[in-house]
């Protein structure tokens, strides 16, 4: 174990007591006291709050709010899956992290997660401001599939995150498609799916996720952001646990998605749909296209009706959001 994990178990233990002394410190880990105020600062850092006093010493103050890497890997160590997580204070993006990661040939289940993000990115080029307190994470996959296949992958992942934050933080979730997780009328988080592949199979994929928590979030008209922070009215959202249970979750998704494909996940998605029934326009590749919403395929795939008797499916494109659905679509449209 590292000397900075060494001081953390400490001061934890000796948390809710009085101060311990850099001198303590310093002779109990056999370092000098430079030595400990450097490796404090990197604790600051990875996000642990270690309250500091001169002539006092360090207290480590426990918050539901802090990423403490080793619990999640022990709470995830039955799941064998997950056999390499990184986390970072800052990198430029997880993105670039994890396919770099991928490139060099890293197994699936790699998972990189950063504190804040200085060039983070959205779907379609755009920007994803990612400033502490949220969870940035990317994850490395090898599915033996067809590239084809792909498309629906981040919507089950979606689809695991809506799921996951309803249990932890009680808010009702919705789904914009194709993979975005509204709250009131708010999206909360995106996912950004990049792979490389040949012909007929898949090399790689790298699922990044952002879901705003406690980070300020940019107001923005045409796609208003939200934190789970602001819809909870709360400045304690239990990050760690939504991690986890969300990375628990979303293995067995997986391993399900891998065998039956999307299929096994459209009741649930389209009945958490915010679009469907809704007159929308959808910018593709290939221009814009207006119609209403009826139906999320089997391929995930979203089906629009042009006029009567005229339907067609989009795999791809961004949905102008009109006035949304506030959530899913109740259990009685399924
Ligand atoms: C979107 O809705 O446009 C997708 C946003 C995806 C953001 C996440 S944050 C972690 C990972 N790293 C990035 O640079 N982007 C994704």
């Keep these: ?10 001061l934890k233990k000796n948390a809710g007591q009085t101060s311990v002394s850099g001198k303590i410190l310093a002779g109990r880990f056999s370092v000098t006291r430079a030595a400990i105020h450097k490796q404090i600062r990197g604790l600051r850092q990875a996000g642990y709050s270690i309250v500091g006093k001169s002539r006092c010493g360090y207290r480590f103050e426990a918050s539901e709010n802090i990423l403490d890497v080793r619990q999640i890997r022990s709470a995830l160590s039955a799941e064998r899956f997950y056999g390499h997580l990184e986390y970072h204070p800052v990198l430029s993006s997880t993105q670039d992290v994890a396919k ?14 950063a504190e804040r993000q200085t060039s983070g990115r959205g779907r379609l080029g755009r920007r994803w401001i990612s400033s502490p307190g949220g969870l940035w994470f990317s994850i490395i996959l090898r599915p033996a599939l067809s590239p084809r ?23 009702k979730a919705g789904l914009k498609w194709p993979n975005d997780v509204w709250i009131r009328g708010k999206k909360v988080a995106g996912i950004l799916a990049e792979m490389s ?5 898949v090399q790689w994929v790298v699922l990044g996720l952002g879901l705003n928590c406690l980070n300020s979030v940019p107001s923005d008209v045409i796609s208003p952001a939200g934190s789970l922070a602001d819809l909870t009215g709360s400045r304690s959202v239990p990050r760690q646990e939504i991690l986890t249970k969300f990375l628990g979750e979303f293995r ?36 814009k296209r207006r119609g209403r919403v009826v139906d999320v395929d089997g391929e995930g795939r979203l089906v629009l009706r042009l006029s009567p008797g005229r339907n067609i499916v989009l795999s791809e494109g ?17």
């Design 1 to 10: 174990m590292s000397t900075r994990s060494l001081i953390l178990d400490y």
């Design 318 to 334: 961004d949905v102008v959001p009109g006035s949304l659905r506030q959530e899913g679509r109740g259990r009685d449209g399924d």
């Design 197 to 201: 592949s040949e012909s007929d199979r």
């Design 252 to 287: 067995k998704a997986y391993q399900r998605y891998l065998m039956e494909g999307f299929a096994a996940f459209r009741a649930d998605y389209r009945r958490r749909s915010v679009l469907i029934g809704r007159d929308v326009t959808v910018n593709t590749s290939t221009g």
């Design 149 to 171: 296949s792909i498309p629906s992958l981040p919507l089950v992942a979606a689809l695991v995150l809506c799921r996951t934050i309803e249990e932890v933080v009680s808010l």
């Design 100 to 113: 770099d990661r991928a490139f060099h040939g890293e197994p699936e289940g790699t998972v990189v997660i």
